[in-house]
């Protein structure tokens, strides 16, 4: 297994990258805090300078990257391989260290079950502890696929080694393709993490807003379960909204059910955007995009919750917005990881 060491600028020690680690990761597991999101190439959150050294680029044309970053020669460490000891620049912060390092862990898949006609939940087993905090994603090593996937953990975190992942199939998509129609159980596929700074802040005195979007069911039903479970319910209340194109989109609230306090202090709201292709039954409830619904219900006060959200960009940048820009709502208040 080779190894390189990594230096950033400013910093003293350098932390090193083995096997098939991309930079971004080799940091992470190194309790670097270095800057990300989406860990795959599209949020462009893990930009860096490389100041001395060859790396491997896996994915030239990623999205995260704008022209004026090629031009400067930025790359994204999440996409890039040190070829042998390089230096770098980048500002890391505190805020960005992971609480739990990731680790790469050998999974056999138990079994999966529909959720809606396209989201699936897929149950995994592990060898010891499923380590990782409520509202936080791994990276699936799909058979067949050649990069790996981001997919969010529905359950939380427990000694029995499980994860929980519902995902939404993507046509045409490769891994989707493998999960759905040629996974078996006993199969075996790898995690890595866990990753992800939008997990449930157990400490955070507000009330908690949930906005979920198509499979950003996953972490938001993880931090459901989290609240609940961490006996942060008994003082709080937590606001899930779900938000689908037609109601047959519509899911969350049997996952919700079990938990303690629903109807009491878990509150669901599901949102659609096309009523009118209801088949078979008329449509009674929210209509319209989800952060709209999110606004009509508490106006002015939306100042005082806690919010954690996951979806399609266009809902997760409209509901940033929103928020920040229309009710002046602090970014420390939001807790969300960009994926494209």
């Known amino acids: 297994m080779s190894e390189h060491q990594i230096l950033i600028e ?28 989406c860990n795959s190439g599209g949020c462009g959150s893990c ?3 490389l100041l001395d050294g060859e790396v491997e680029n896996l994915w030239p044309d ?4 704008t022209e004026r970053d090629r031009r400067k020669g ?30 790469r862990l050998l999974a056999k898949f138990v079994e999966s079950h529909e959720v809606t006609h396209d ?65 078996r159980a006993g199969d075996q596929l790898e995690i890595d993490g866990p990753y992800g700074l939008a997990f449930l802040r157990t400490e955070a005195p507000r009330d908690i807003v949930c906005v979920a979007g198509g499979s950003g069911l ?25 938000g689908g194109r037609t109601p047959s989109d519509i899911c969350g609230e049997s996952f919700l ?7 009491e202090r878990i509150h669901f709201y599901p949102v659609v955007s096309l009523p009118g292709e209801a088949s078979g039954s008329q449509w009674s409830g929210e209509t319209g995009f989800v952060h709209d619904v999110v606004r009509r219900v508490f106006g002015d006060t939306l100042s005082n919750f806690e919010f954690y ?32």
């Open 218 to 242: 996953a972490p938001m039903v993880s931090i459901a379960r989290g609240a609940s479970q961490s006996g942060m319910l008994k003082t709080r209340h937590l606001h899930f909204f779900y």
């Open 257 to 263: 059910r079990m938990l303690r306090g629903y109807d």
């Open 74 to 103: 930025r790359l994204l460490a999440c996409q890039c391989r040190a070829k042998g000891n390089i230096q770098i620049k980048v500002r890391v912060e505190a805020d960005h260290q992971s609480q739990v390092r990731p680790k």
């Open 47 to 49: 930009k860096f300078d």
């Open 309 to 340: 959200f996951a979806g399609p960009p266009p809902m997760t940048q409209a509901l940033q917005e929103m928020l920040m820009i229309g009710y002046c709502v602090p970014f420390e208040q939001l807790h969300f990881d960009r994926f494209f």
């Open 10 to 37: 400013g910093e003293k020690t350098a932390f090193v990258q083995a096997g098939e680690d991309t930079v971004l990761r080799a940091a992470l597991r190194a309790g670097i805090g270095f800057p990300y999101e």
């Open 62 to 65: 990623a999205p995260g990257l």
């Open 119 to 183: 989201i699936r939940e897929f149950r995994f087993v592990t060898d010891g502890p499923a380590t990782f905090l409520a509202g936080q994603y791994a990276m699936l090593s799909v058979p067949g696929v050649t990069a790996p996937r981001a997919y969010s953990m529905s359950n939380t975190g427990n000694d029995r080694g499980e994860w929980h992942f519902q995902i939404r199939r993507v046509p045409q998509g490769k891994a989707t393709e493998q999960l759905f129609h040629h996974l």
